[in-house]
């Protein structure tokens, strides 16, 4: 069995509907490497829209004209693109994917987001250059579990400074030594956002 159709083969269809497709992929395609790979090569087909892959979650979501395209001409774009990704990256990750297999990410509220992009984003292509054209690409992004999970750690991030912020300014500042324990606690919640968000 060739490469592409054991790839083919764990691709999981998440949502569908005319003019929108999200796929679950396997963990080797979702990598920084060749995520830039697929969407471009996605966009190639003439009909659609956008095409965005969410490393995070192993996700990509498909815009594209359903008066132009139907679900398996978009799959089998898909298809080809896999068949002219580089082997070697690929095959380096299969261990990794071999060990992920046996457990799946949640749908979360990612059908929710999708929902929400159905209603502010119409089937259709935007026209080059327009204001909608423009903005597309930035809705897409926000409108990611990944986006809305950073949104509220630094909103939750600037609560926790505001309800300190007297004993910071007041106490910690004023007698660092005699407060290291917080000093020490506050620069290691700072290290795990830090680490999260490059993890991400």
Not at 19 to 46: F, H, I, N, S, W
Not at 143 to 162: G, H, P, Q, R, S
Not at 183 to 192: D, I, K
């Amino acid at each position: 069995m060739s490469q592409t159709a054991q790839l083919a083969e764990r691709i999981v269809v998440c949502h569908r509907e005319p003019g929108y497709l999200r796929l679950e992929l396997p963990a080797e395609l979702c990598t920084t490497d060749l995520a830039a790979d697929v969407e471009d090569g996605m966009k190639t087909l003439t009909g659609i829209a956008s095409a965005a892959l969410d490393i995070g979650w192993q996700r990509i979501s498909i815009r594209y004209d359903a008066a132009r395209l139907t679900t398996a001409q978009v799959a089998r774009q898909l298809f080809d693109v896999l068949d002219a990704l580089p082997s070697e990256p690929v095959t380096a990750k299969a261990g990794t994917a071999a060990m992920a297999s046996g457990w799946e990410l949640s749908d979360g509220i990612q059908p929710l987001l999708d929902k929400i992009k159905t209603l502010i984003i119409p089937a259709a292509p935007a026209p080059e250059g327009s204001l909608q054209a423009r903005f597309q690409p930035m809705v897409e992004s926000a409108l990611t579990e990944k986006a809305i999970t950073n949104f509220f750690n630094d909103i939750v991030a600037f609560y926790l400074i505001k309800v300190h912020w007297e004993l910071i300014t007041k106490r910690w500042l004023q007698n660092p030594v005699a407060n290291s324990n917080a000093w020490l606690t506050t620069f290691y919640l700072v290290f795990l956002l830090v680490r999260y968000r490059k993890t991400k």
